[in-house]
C-alpha cells in the first residue's frame, strides 16, 4: 500500500491528502490509509485495521473518512480484495462534465475494463456515496463519482491499480479523440469478437 500510494500519487492521481487505498486481510478485517495524508509520505506504520462494519481495531491514526465507499464494494464483491480511490485529473474532468466512460473506443480497455459508469453526486464522507455506488458495484470494474473522482478494485491491489491507471488512460484517450473529430467507436460485432479475443488470452495464460 506505501508502495502504490506513492505511485499514484506520482501519477498525479492523488494530489494533497486526496486518495485512499485499502486490502483485505481476511474475512474479518480490512487495512486502510489513514485519513489526511499524503500518499507520498505514507509509511506501513500509518495503517489503519478496520472490520467489515468500519470499526477501528488497530492502528494508532484514524481510518480515512471515504471508508464507506470502501465498505460497499467489499460487502458486494467477494471476489475483491483490494479498493483504490483517487482523482485522476482528466477522469475526474469528466465526472464534473456529468459523463460516463462508457463510448467503447480502444480495443484493450473494452477487454480489461469495460465501460466506467458515472455515479451520481454524494458528499464525499456521507453515507450517500456508499449508496451513489452500490447499483452499479456488481457489474463494472471501476466507477466515476460525480464531481468527485473514482474508484477502481480487483482481485489484488495491482489489479485495482491496473484499472485506475487504464480509467486515466481512456479519459485521456477519449478527449483527444474527440477533439480530432467523429469518433469511430466498437461496433457491437468487433466487442463480440473482442470476448472471444479475451476468452483465447485467458486461455493462453493459464
Ligand atoms: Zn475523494
Known amino acids: 500500500m506505501v508502495r502504490f500510494g506513492k505511485w499514484l500519487y506520482r501519477l498525479g ?13 481476511d474475512r474479518e478485517r480490512l487495512l486502510v490509509t489513514p485519513t489526511g495524508a499524503s ?12 472490520d467489515l462494519e468500519g470499526r477501528h481495531l488497530d492502528g494508532s491514526r484514524k481510518a480515512t473518512s471515504e471508508l464507506g ?16 480511490h483517487a482523482h485522476p485529473p482528466v477522469a475526474t474532468a469528466f465526472a464534473c462534465s456529468g459523463k460516463a ?23 464525499t464522507g456521507t453515507e450517500e456515496v456508499a449508496a451513489s455506488l452500490e447499483p452499479l458495484i456488481a457489474d463494472h470494474q471501476a466507477i466515476l463519482m460525480a464531481n468527485h473522482g473514482a474508484v477502481s478494485y480487483g482481485a489484488t491491489l495491482l489489479d485495482a491499480f491496473l484499472k485506475m491507471e487504464t480509467v486515466e488512460h481512456l479519459a485521456v484517450i477519449r478527449l483527444a479523440t474527440h477533439q480530432l473529430g467523429p469518433a469511430q467507436v466498437l461496433t457491437p460485432e468487433q466487442l463480440q469478437q473482442l470476448v472471444r479475443a479475451k476468452a483465447r488470452y485467458l486461455q493462453n495464460a493459464i
Open 101 to 123: 466512460l462508457d463510448e467503447m473506443l480502444c480495443q484493450e480497455a473494452a477487454m480489461t475494463l469495460g465501460p466506467v459508469p458515472l455515479a451520481s453526486y454524494a458528499t
Open 13 to 25: 492521481f492523488m494530489p494533497g491528502t486526496s486518495g485512499n487505498l485499502s486490502v483485505r486481510l
Open 69 to 84: 465507499m470502501h465498505l460497499a464494494v467489499y460487502r458486494q464483491r467477494e471476489d475483491v480484495a483490494a479498493v483504490i
Open 39 to 50: 500518499k507520498y509520505l505514507l509509511r506501513s506504520s500509518d495503517m489503519v485495521i478496520v
